[in-house]
């Protein structure tokens, strides 16, 4: 079995956010980064699968030069390989754009699982992998809390989690994409000699030219979807506390939230 | 001819309110471009749905019907839309941000090549035609406001709950087109095999007006029974959530796990009873409209961003409140 995961560094969910001076993003410095974590999900199940099945597990990311930390760390639970794709002209890539490049690379590789995350929580798009999707002309499967290959009729099942705690059984064909959710795995942490050994494992880095692409269809040039600014939202004040004995804090919270707020 | 497409959706017989709220969100773009709204319905034996749909704007109904179409895929329903889309050329194409239009409209709009706003909070059309998008990113910590200026359709996914639906027009009817899909099983590269329910719960978070939320301080599972009561009390449309801390304590299943990790839920009324307020939890429910905080510790930071808050026992404050509200409720 040949897997491969896609990862994205992101801040670290409990990083302070900064705007940069024009709203144009955010402050990268100061910034604690980590492997996002859905992809560490992915990198289990990848673990996972190659302890099964046996073959080889490579990790993919697009990102700016301290990328490489991620891939490290996704290296030292135990991947194998890792690919770098950087270049300046990568830079504000919109998902259908960062799907594009990803694809240039995969499509010269082989494969028969592609995992990535259900989204990288930075900027929440759960889009990568359709694009990827279609780029690749792959089936796939969102949102997955569970799957089993069997490699003889190459095919997959997998379940999806949907609302109300509604799961779907799906079948897939193989070679597919499988976007992974909380409740897959417990993601292994990287032991001493994973870490020792991943400082010599190798990460191929990759660039424009590498990948046969045109300057005009990666980047912001190349996105779909523009970002005009960032902004902070409206802070939410802290209301009242409702002081008082509990029977009568309570009564007159009801009262609010009848009078003021119109509940109820 | 252009157009501002809504995907309906539908489940067991009914529209999930997202249908509605699109369509409430397609007539104020509508009042700006002037286009036609229409709608995409696909599935199997839904043809009797249709008629809902005029009251609420839609001027068009696409009725795609087949018992291929019973159960959704992300594969079978992009092929149709997109070669619904090809012919006609919408220059809007909204869903909604549910478990269902987080899967399948990247990969519309991946085939489509065009661009796509997820999980979108605000859309409004400015003159110039381009839909003005605002969508949280950064767990909530910051808005970002994002255009698909250079390609059509200009897609959306709109989360529930954002958009107040308008009120019906009984005299508006749509114009039925039935489309028939030409789609065989073999085909098709993924397939629904089975569909294993939840707990029966009459309402998902995501959907829920009022949500009545426990963590950690709920101290276990058994607990969590009192706050079924008082969303009991609240009525239809209420539901109960719960923080990571109480999922993995195992007081609570993780779909209604509310946060970064789990739900965002956009309620008029959130009640955090024994939930500390983490920035994780808050990405999923700061926008609420109304938060109320049941903590006993005084410096939760929760406290910081409820509306109302009660210093005190979530075990004396909720049966007590309960109570308060069948009362008011009683008194009608
Ligand atoms: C990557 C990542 C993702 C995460 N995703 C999520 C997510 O999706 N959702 C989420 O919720 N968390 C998430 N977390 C976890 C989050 O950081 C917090 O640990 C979690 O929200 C805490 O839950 P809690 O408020 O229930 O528990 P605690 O923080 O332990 O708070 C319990 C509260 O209950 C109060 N309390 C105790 N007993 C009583 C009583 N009898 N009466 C009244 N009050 C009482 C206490 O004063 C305290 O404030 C995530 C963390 C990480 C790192
Ligand atoms: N720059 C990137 N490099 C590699 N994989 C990515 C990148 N961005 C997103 N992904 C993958 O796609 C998933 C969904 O991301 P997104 O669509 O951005 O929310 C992530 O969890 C990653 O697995």
New interface residues.
């Given amino acids: 079995m040949n897997i491969v995961v896609c990862i994205k560094q992101v801040?670290d969910?409990?990083t302070r956010?900064e705007?940069n001076s024009d709203s144009s993003g955010?402050v990268t410095e100061g910034i604690k980064w980590v492997m996002n974590?859905y992809d560490e999900y992915a990198v289990e199940e990848a673990l996972k699968i190659k302890e099964k099945f046996g073959g080889k597990v490579t990790v993919v990311s697009m990102g700016p030069e301290r990328t490489i930390e991620a891939i490290r760390t996704a290296l030292a639970m135990g991947a194998d390989e890792g690919i770098l794709l950087n270049d300046p002209a990568f830079e504000n890539s919109?998902?259908?754009t960062t799907?594009l490049v990803l694809s240039k690379v995969l499509s010269q590789m082989e494969f028969d699982v592609i995992l990535t995350g259900k989204q990288a929580?930075?900027?929440?798009?759960?889009?990568v992998?359709?694009?990827l999707?279609?780029?690749l002309d792959?089936?796939?499967?969102?949102?997955i809390v569970g799957m089993e290959l069997f490699p003889d009729v190459k095919k997959a099942?997998a379940?999806r989690?949907?609302?109300?705690?509604?799961?779907?059984?799906?079948?897939?064909?193989l070679p597919?994409i499988f976007a992974c959710q909380?409740?897959l795995n417990t993601p292994r942490y990287a032991s001493l000699p994973g870490i020792m050994k991943a400082k010599k494992k190798e990460i191929k880095k990759l660039g424009l030219p590498d990948l046969c692409l045109n300057p005009e269809h990666v980047g912001k040039t190349g996105?779909?979807?523009?970002?005009?600014?960032?902004?902070?939202?409206p802070q939410?004040k802290?209301?009242?506390?409702?002081e008082g004995e509990?029977?009568e804090?309570?009564?007159k919270?009801?009262e609010?939230?009848?009078g003021e707020?119109k509940?109820? | 001819m252009p157009g501002i497409w809504i995907i309906a959706e539908h489940k067991e017989g009914r529209f999930k309110k997202i249908t509605f709220e699109l369509l409430s969100l397609g007539k104020k773009i509508k009042e700006k471009n002037k286009e036609e709204i229409c709608t995409l319905l696909l599935g199997s034996n839904i043809e009797n749905l249709t008629p809902q749909l005029g009251p609420y704007g839609a001027e068009k109904v696409f009725l795609l019907e087949d018992e291929i179409l019973k159960d959704y895929t992300n594969e079978s329903y992009t092929r149709l839309i997109v070669d619904l889309a090809r012919t006609h050329n919408p220059s809007i194409l909204l869903g909604g941000a549910t478990a269902q239009g987080k899967d399948l409209l990247p990969r519309v709009a991946a085939r489509l090549n065009t661009g796509l706003a997820s999980d979108c909070v605000n859309v409004e059309i400015q003159d110039d035609g381009l839909l003005r998008i605002t969508r949280p990113v950064y767990a909530g910590k910051v808005l970002m406001e994002v255009v698909i200026p250079d390609s059509k359709p200009q897609m959306a996914a709109v989360r529930p709950n954002i958009v107040e639906v308008l009120p019906r027009d009984d005299s508006q009817k749509a114009e039925v087109i039935k489309c028939k899909p030409d789609m065989r099983k073999d085909d098709l590269k993924s397939l629904l095999k089975e569909v294993l329910k939840g707990e029966s719960k009459k309402i998902d978070i995501t959907e829920a007006d009022i949500i009545v939320s426990g963590g950690r301080g709920m101290k276990a599972r058994e607990n969590f029974k009192i706050l079924e009561e008082l969303a009991d009390a609240f009525g239809e449309g209420t539901a109960v959530g719960a923080s990571r801390a109480a999922v993995d304590s195992d007081f609570a299943p993780h779909d209604i796990q509310v946060g970064q990790t789990g739900k965002v839920v956009n309620p008029t009324l959130y009640i955090a009873c024994g939930i500390s307020g983490s920035i994780q939890h808050l990405a999923g429910m700061s926008t609420s409209k109304y938060i109320v905080a049941i903590n006993k510790d005084p410096d939760a930071p929760i406290f910081q961003k409820a509306d109302y808050g009660i210093v005190g026992d979530l075990f004396e404050v909720v049966p007590l409140l309960t109570g308060e509200v069948k009362k008011l409720k009683a008194e009608g």
């Fill in positions: 801040p969910t409990e956010i705007l955010i974590p919109d998902s259908l799907a929580v930075d900027l929440d798009s759960s889009q992998y359709a694009g999707a279609e780029f792959l089936p796939y499967v969102s949102v099942i379940k989690e949907t609302e109300g705690g509604e799961k779907e059984i799906i079948e897939v064909s597919a909380k409740g996105s779909r979807s523009k970002t005009r600014k960032y902004f902070f939202p939410r802290a209301g009242i506390k409702i509990i029977p804090a309570t009564a919270l009801v609010l939230l009848r707020a509940i109820i």
